[in-house]
């Protein structure tokens, strides 16, 4: 008996980790690799940038700001977000509701075209959205005409563009979860008399409101720092089509370096943002599981 006892704690004990047996010289060494790739990769071309942008001094890079072109290409490429966002969050809500709480054939199909977007690169897309939509030549090019509306070279086309590429950020992170919560809960305030929108609103939707807002956290970052398929179906017409990251490249290329790096570490400013936002969120979520 004692020997059986012996082993069951034995058994409880917790495992050594395996990482913690490796001799020190090999966990410095992976350390340093690590923090060396950051280092390098990471946070030296974000000094970079801000270091040229002040370089010159603040009232150069506050001057950045004077020119209307600027401010244009800062509230288009708000717009866009604004747009681009809230489509995919009704998109991204329904996609992970189909795919994670029904059973039918062809849902590992939808699953895959789910990730189409991240397969394709960008300026496929865009040539794709000019082929279709291109008043000249598109496939919509009559029914474009008679309506006169006009996609590519406007604001519509670049939304469609912006929707394309951040397609899976949402649904990609409300799927795990949706999983992980079952259908337990909603099984339960149907049975009590719920119908399927309070259910939906009482229920699924604040279990999966983290990673619905993690979802949209990185969707926006997408979104406002687009260059591709944006490039290719925008014609960076300044002052009408041209997003931040659009303009930052035309200032770029006519030799404007500090007001091109002042704008860029807007950008920049923009995925810091997003990193906290994306810690805090990791944060509380991991808080709430705990719970």
Not at 30 to 51: E, H, K, M, Q
Not at 171 to 179: I, S, Y
Not at 208 to 217: E, I, P, Q, S
Not at 271 to 282: D, F, G, M, P, R
């Amino acid at each position: 008996m004692a020997a059986i006892l012996s082993r069951v704690r034995h058994d409880k004990l917790p495992t050594t980790d395996l990482a913690t047996t490796e001799p020190a010289w090999v966990r410095w060494l992976l350390t340093s690799i690590a923090v060396g790739f950051l280092g390098l990769f990471l946070f030296l071309p974000l000094l970079a940038v801000f270091f040229e942008a002040f370089k010159q001094g603040t009232k150069l890079y506050f001057a950045t700001f004077e020119d209307r072109y600027a401010v244009d290409a800062i509230f288009l490429t708000l717009k866009i977000a604004a747009i681009s966002v809230p489509v995919n969050l009704i998109f991204g809500l329904a996609a992970a509701w189909v795919i994670t709480k029904y059973s039918y054939r062809g849902k590992s199909l939808l699953v895959t075209v789910l990730d189409l977007p991240f397969a394709v690169s960008p300026v496929i897309a865009g040539l794709l959205f000019v082929l279709i939509f291109s008043t000249t030549h598109g496939w919509f090019a009559e029914p474009l005409k008679a309506l006169d509306l006009k996609i590519i070279f406007a604001v519509p086309g670049i939304a469609i563009a912006t929707v394309f590429i951040t397609l899976p950020f949402i649904a990609r992170e409300l799927v795990p979860v949706m999983q992980s919560q079952g259908r337990d809960e909603e099984f339960a305030a149907l049975t009590l008399g719920a119908g399927g929108w309070r259910t939906f609103f009482t229920v699924t939707l604040p279990n999966v409101k983290w990673g619905l807002f993690y979802g949209v956290v990185l969707c926006n970052a997408r979104a406002m720092g687009e260059f591709g398929a944006v490039a290719v179906v925008s014609g960076n017409i300044k002052g009408k089509t041209s997003t931040l990251p659009l303009y930052i490249e035309t200032l770029y290329n006519e030799y404007n370096s500090v007001a091109a790096f002042t704008l860029a570490s807007i950008l920049s400013l923009l995925a810091l943002l997003t990193l906290v936002l994306k810690n805090i969120i990791e944060w509380r979520t991991s808080k709430s599981r705990e719970a």
